[in-house]
């Protein structure tokens, strides 16, 4: 560890780590004010577009060269790491942001719990079961969440984990900047269908500055703040921390979207919340803390 890190104080990263969730979901709510305007599909093209070449710039992906092994999960992973956000952006047009996350984000969870045998593991899948059971429209009441926008935030969580798997096996050697690539592949797929299925006031000049502003605080700045927070935190202690998320989501629709949860959803999100946290501290160590480089959103 170089001196540097040695001499930055313990709360840096995390609160690096804090921002970097906050910048997250506030673009998350930034682009849901301007679906009446381009509409969910429009969205998605332009931050997979712009952010697609802010990385670029960054990451310089040109420069990679990928083994034959490498090239099905690379692709693999650009076409999750488009799916994922294609969806996101559906479901949000019917689904609270916070809750939206928290169904989204069982798909990873749903992969750290796979291969479970401990009594311990099934409990927190327990815990995950029951948020989930008061979160997705399964025959009751539950303040009328939509069915479709459920379900999209789920497949959005299932192309977070395959997203997880293909990007260990397609960035063993390039780390975070096969994100580069892996967002060309998805620009590539998905920017045309979002411009095809956009409203018509994606065309207006003047959304390019809240465009640009979605690109940048879903993607580089994120990204940067999180590469960061993992050179100077433990794997369990990032994976802690990014298990708040969903919090920081429903925070953020409530404060910027006027969302608000019902006492049950809020309990749902919760459970969700606790059973991400307590996957995390009792996960046994398989990982070292650039593993975790992998798991990085999209």
């Known amino acids: 560890m170089s001196s540097p890190q040695k001499q930055s104080p313990v709360w840096l990263p995390l609160l690096v780590l804090l921002i970097a969730m906050i910048s997250i979901q506030g673009s998350a709510s930034l682009a849901k004010t301007l679906f009446p305007v381009v509409g969910a599909p429009g969205i998605t093209a332009l931050r997979l577009g712009l952010g ?9 992906p040109w420069r990679l060269r990928f083994r034959r ?3 099905l999960p690379l692709l693999m992973y650009g076409l999750a790491l488009g799916g994922m956000n294609y969806m996101f952006y ?3 047009r019917t689904v609270p942001l916070g809750i939206a996350v928290a169904l989204e984000f069982t798909g990873p969870l749903t992969l750290a719990l796979l291969g479970s045998r401990r009594l311990l593991d099934f409990v927190w899948v327990a815990l995950a079961v029951l948020g989930l059971w008061f979160l997705l429209p399964l025959g009751h009441d539950i303040s009328s969440v939509d069915p479709l926008g459920a379900a999209l935030a789920v497949g959005a969580g299932a192309c977070w984990a395959l997203y997880i798997i293909a ?9 975070p900047a096969t994100v580069a690539m892996g967002s060309v592949i998805a ?4 920017v045309p269908v979002g411009l095809t299925f956009a409203d018509s006031g994606i065309w207006q000049l003047s959304l390019i500055p809240a465009a640009i502003a979605i690109a940048i605080l879903s993607s580089a700045l994120p990204y940067s703040l999180e590469m960061i927070a993992l050179t100077r935190l433990p794997a369990r202690t990032f994976g802690t ?6 919090a920081m989501a429903a925070m953020s629709g409530m404060l910027f979207l006027g969302e608000v949860l019902t006492l049950v959803q809020w309990l749902a999100l919760l459970a969700i919340i606790g059973a991400s946290i307590g996957a995390t501290l009792t996960l046994r160590p398989k990982k070292t803390q650039l593993d975790a480089v992998s798991d990085i959103r999209e």
């Not at 990007?167 to 780390?175: L, P, W």
């Open 52 to 60: 697609t070449l802010i990385l670029c710039v960054i990451f310089k």
């Open 69 to 71: 092994e490498q090239r």
């Open 90 to 92: 559906l479901a949000l």
């Open 167 to 175: 990007g260990q096996k397609a960035g063993s050697e390039h780390g």
């Open 187 to 190: 620009a590539i797929v998905f």
């Open 241 to 246: 921390m990014m298990s708040l998320e969903p």
